[in-house]
């Protein structure tokens, strides 16, 4: 079983709807952070959370909510998704070093 | 700005060519890593290198890490269709919160049979 999941694997939504993406994770790790991938623009951090009382805003957390439920979930919420949404989602987990283990991705359409 | 540049963006090879890709910054790193990931999955850490100078080898996957921390490379020898895959490097910057990785843009890869 794959230790970083992610619901759904694919969603195609429409501009205004509310959506929320799931993570969860069996590593036991408590570090937690939601990515977006663009092409030619890599990764870019979103939100990310060091424990259940720890939340932090990355580089692109406009329009973008999270809860993290539990140690082993995270969830990321787009309010009103808009057209510039449309991307790859990754989840990932770290302990205390800085090595990523990531999630297989969302691949989310905004119409 | 990207704070790590990575080149080439795209490369195709033959099979059982070798080539380089680079990952370049002008802010000094704690450390590096080399992740691949491959259509429909996420990244896969390969290594990570620490020490300025340091190389690391990974079968036919050679890692180095500039001296002054700033940048590192990725050979691999007599490439093969398997080695196909988008590849980024991320690391901590050293001045910077060490709880965040910057991401490359990265170097889509693909080796032709």
């Known amino acids: 079983d794959a230790d970083v999941t992610q619901t759904p694997r694919n969603r195609i939504t429409k501009t205004g709807k509310r959506i929320m993406l799931e993570c969860s994770q069996t590593?036991?790790?408590?570090?937690m952070y939601w990515y977006r991938q663009d092409p030619g623009l890599g990764l870019r951090l979103i939100y990310y959370?060091?424990?259940?009382?720890?939340?932090n805003k990355g580089e692109i957390s406009d329009g973008y909510s999270v809860s993290r439920q539990a140690q082993a979930k995270f969830s990321l919420s787009l309010e009103s998704a808009i057209p510039n949404q449309t991307a790859l989602y990754f989840c990932a987990t770290s302990d205390s070093g800085s090595e990523q283990y990531f999630g297989p991705g969302t691949r989310l359409t905004v119409t | 700005t990207q704070l790590l540049e990575q080149s080439p963006q795209f490369l195709s090879i033959q099979e059982g060519e070798n080539l380089t890709v680079y990952c370049n910054s002008s802010s000094v790193f704690s450390s590096l890593q080399w992740y691949r990931q491959e259509p429909g999955e996420g990244p896969v850490l390969l290594v990570t290198?620490?020490?300025?100078?340091e190389v690391k080898k990974l079968k036919r996957l050679t890692f180095q890490f500039g001296d002054a921390r700033k940048d590192s490379s990725l050979h691999i020898t007599a490439a093969q269709p398997g080695d196909t895959g988008l590849y980024l490097c991320a690391g901590p910057p050293y001045s910077g919160s060490a709880r965040q990785l910057t991401f490359g843009s990265g170097t889509q890869l693909t080796v032709l049979p």
């Open positions: 959370s060091f424990d259940v009382k720890d939340i």
């Open positions: 590593k036991g790790h408590d570090r």
């Open positions: 290198v620490v020490t300025g100078g």
